[in-house]
């Protein structure tokens, strides 16, 4: 599987962006797709999640109620939708893939195999 993240950019708090993740495979079968981020000196983190299958999607406390996953599966492209951006979700942000991933597991990073390779997001007045 291999993964194309864009839609990065500047945007003042209170903004809203909309990040893509384009997939490339011959199946998306039992595949999840992760959105994770990571600010300057911290770990990686997950953000949110949608199972290929499905559409069951996941998503951090700390973006719930204004970061919104989704996909087009015609075009293989998973959305992270992010409105009311606050300076804290500044970030680079990363797309993942991982095949056979069950509810307890698709939170943890090391469960993913494909990463695309990464959109900043800055969120700055």
């Known amino acids: 599987v291999q993964l194309q993240a864009s839609g990065g950019g500047l945007v003042q708090p209170g903004g809203s962006l909309r990040l893509s993740c384009a997939a490339s495979a011959e199946s998306l079968n039992s595949i999840t797709i992760g959105w994770f981020r990571q600010a300057p000196g911290k770990e990686r983190e997950f953000v949110s999640s949608?199972?290929?299958?499905?559409?069951?999607?996941s998503s951090a406390d700390a973006v719930k109620g204004r970061f919104t996953i989704s996909k087009d599966s015609a075009k293989k492209t998973v959305y992270l939708q992010m409105n009311s951006l606050k300076p804290e979700d500044t970030a680079v942000y990363y797309c993942a893939a991982g095949r056979g991933l069950i509810l307890t597991t698709r939170r943890d990073k090391t469960r993913y195999n494909y990463w695309g390779q990464g959109t900043l997001v800055t969120v700055s007045s």
């Open positions: 949608i199972t290929w299958n499905g559409g069951s999607s």
